[in-house]
């Protein structure tokens, strides 16, 4: 004898919004892609999940795995068809990421972007200290543009003498 049909879920918006919204970003795994402001827009219409998530930067190595992060977290929880889009306008700026995601980021030894960032014919930006992850320390200096990863400067606590990643303000 056939089992009786299993009532799919009712699929809403906010279901799959919060569903993509546990994605992690694969090079900061404390954050999750809604920490970052990278997830913008979650429709739903029926089974059918579309999301749109914009890039920290174009090129960014770590898209491609969000985009299969969503697919898979989205299909397990019972859709049976999601389109990832990616959208580069507007850019993505440090300003989309969450006071929780800077939170996140220092708990994880990383300073989070200070400051706002300059867009348009916005104030000209200056340069704030880095606060250390690790002490709090104001008195840290840069010792490389780059950190691991593009969107890092490597930068040193004179305090604690401890390395640390800082997230540019982009």
Do not use: N
Request: glycine letters at 6%; aromatic letters at 6%.
């Amino acid at each position: 004898m056939r089992p009786p049909a299993v009532a799919h879920p009712v699929h809403s918006r906010e279901h799959a919004w919060t569903v993509a919204a546990t994605v992690t970003d694969p090079e900061v795994p404390v954050l999750t892609i809604e920490d970052l402001g990278v997830l913008r827009e979650v429709e739903v219409d029926g089974d059918r999940a579309t999301v749109t998530i914009t890039p920290t930067y174009s090129g960014c190595p770590a898209l491609e795995a969000m985009r299969d992060d969503v697919v898979l977290a989205l299909t397990a929880a019972g859709y049976d068809t999601v389109d990832v889009r990616t959208t580069l306008t507007p850019a993505w700026t440090t300003d989309w990421m969450t006071d929780a995601g800077k939170r996140k980021l220092t708990e994880y030894g990383i300073a989070p972007p200070s400051g706002r960032a300059a867009l348009g014919q916005g104030p000209i930006r200056l340069r704030l200290a880095v606060k250390c992850p690790r002490c709090g320390s104001l008195d840290t200096h840069e010792v490389s543009r780059f950190g691991s990863t593009s969107c890092k400067a490597l930068y040193e606590c004179r305090a604690c003498l401890e390395p640390f990643d800082f997230f540019k303000v982009l």
